[in-house]
Nanobody, 125 residues
Framework: VQLQASGGGLVQSGGSLRLSCAAS????????MGWFRQTPEKEREFVAA????????YYANSVKGRFTISRDNAKNTMYLQMNSLKPEDTAVYYC???????????????????WGQGTLVTVSS
């Protein structure tokens, strides 16, 4: 499956952005999907994940209550609504997919099979 992330940009602290990840090539609804982020100082880290049908959601503690992951299987697209953004959320955000969500998603580097290119999110203070 091919993944294309978009929606990054520059936003002030406290602001919002919505990232999108468009999928093509295989049946989108067959895959668990997720978002990861990376800075030059840190390994790529897990942000959020969503199950095949969107019934199970998983979040990193650092974004819980501020970010919301969702998907529209009819549009082959996944989203990440990011609210109350902080400067420490500044990173390149990557979308990813695999057959199942699991503990490997939290490894460094994450054990996820399909990756999209990143989209840069910059939060100014």
């Amino acid at each position: 499956v091919q993944l294309q992330a978009s929606g990054g940009g520059l936003v002030q602290s406290g602001g919002s952005l919505r990232l999108s990840c468009a999928a093509s090539g295989r049946t989108f609804s067959n895959y668990a999907m997720g978002w990861f982020r990376q800075t030059p100082e840190k390994e790529r880290e897990f942000v959020a994940a969503i199950s095949w049908k969107g019934r199970s959601l998983y979040y990193a503690n650092s974004v819980k209550g501020r970010f919301t992951i969702s998907r529209d299987n009819a549009k082959n697209t996944m989203y990440l609504q990011m609210n109350s953004l902080k400067p420490e959320d500044t990173a390149v955000y990557y979308c990813a997919a695999d057959d199942l969500y699991g503990s490997s998603w939290h490894r460094a580097p994450p054990g996820v099979y399909y990756w999209g290119q990143g989209t840069l999110v910059t939060v100014s203070s």
